[in-house]
C-alpha cells in the first residue's frame, strides 16, 4: 500500500524563476485535480506533499523561506494534451486566484522528534479546562452536531457545523499546521485576525484561536 502511495505522488519539476519578481517561481508541469503533489522550494529546498483541490492557478507560499511557487492544476485530460507538447512555455506571472494567505514569518517547523507530542487546542475555564491533543491527519472542528459531526466538537451554538480543517502535515523537515476556514456565520479569528471562508493560515505554538464564543490555544502539549 505504501509504495502504491509513493507511485501515486507527482513531483514537480524544473522550475522557472520570474523574471519580474524575487522569490517567485512556476513549474511547468500541469498537475490533475486531486493528485498528490510534492513539491520542493527552489531555494531553501524545503518540501510538502499536498493534494489539489480546485482546478486553476494555485500558489503555494513556502513556511521556511517564504519562496513563491505556481503551478496549474486541470483536468486528467489536459494533462494528456501537455504531454503530446511538451515543448510548451509555462507562464511564470503569479497565479491569481489562490486563497491560501502566505504563512506568517514566525511560523515555526516542528523538529521530528516531537513525532509524539505534536501539541494540543486546549480551551475552557480553570475547573473545566479542555484539550484535544493533535496528530497527523485532518480534522474538522465545529458545533456539536449529531448530523454532521466534527472531530473536535464544541458545544457553542454561534460556531458554524465543520466550521474550520486543521491539517497536520508532515514533511521532511517537521510538522505544519494548516488551519482553513470552510463555514462560519460568525467570524473565526486567529490572534485578532478574521480568516475567511476560503482562507487558510499556517499555526504556529501560542496562537489563539476564536470560533463563535469559544476561545481556544494551540500549544504544546505537557
Excluded at 507511485?7 to 513549474?27: D, G, V, W
Excluded at 480534522?139 to 459531526?149: N, S, T
Aim: aromatic share 10%; hydrophobic share 30%.
Amino acid at each position: 500500500m505504501e509504495k502504491e502511495q509513493q507511485k501515486a505522488i507527482i513531483t514537480l519539476e524544473n522550475p522557472i524563476k520570474s523574471s519580474k519578481k524575487e522569490h517567485f517561481y512556476a513549474f511547468p508541469q500541469r498537475v490533475p485535480i486531486g493528485a498528490l503533489c510534492k513539491i520542493v522550494c527552489p531555494e531553501c529546498s524545503f518540501s510538502l506533499v499536498e493534494k489539489t483541490s480546485k482546478i486553476g492557478n494555485y500558489k503555494w507560499v513556502c513556511p521556511h523561506c517564504n519562496t513563491i511557487v505556481g503551478f496549474v492544476v486541470v483536468n486528467p485530460e489536459q494533462v494528456e494534451e501537455q504531454k503530446e507538447q511538451p515543448n510548451q512555455d509555462a507562464s511564470i506571472e503569479e497565479p491569481v486566484g489562490s486563497k491560501e494567505e502566505s504563512p506568517k514569518p514566525h511560523t515555526k517547523v516542528i523538529d521530528n522528534d516531537n513525532l509524539c507530542n505534536l501539541g494540543e487546542l486546549a480551551w475552557g475555564g480553570f475547573f473545566s479546562r479542555k484539550h484535544y491533543p493533535l496528530r497527523v491527519g485532518t480534522i474538522y472542528i465545529g458545533r456539536k452536531d449529531d448530523g454532521e459531526p466534527s472531530d473536535l466538537q464544541l458545544e457553542d451554538s454561534y460556531v458554524s457545523r465543520r466550521s474550520a480543517l486543521l491539517e497536520v502535515l508532515s514533511s521532511d523537515k517537521g510538522f505544519l499546521f494548516k488551519l482553513t476556514v470552510k463555514h462560519a456565520s460568525n467570524p473565526v479569528y486567529v490572534n485578532s485576525s478574521e480568516i475567511s471562508v476560503g482562507n487558510s493560515i499556517y499555526l504556529n505554538y501560542g496562537d489563539v484561536l476564536i470560533f463563535g464564543k469559544t476561545k481556544m490555544t494551540f500549544k504544546k502539549k505537557v
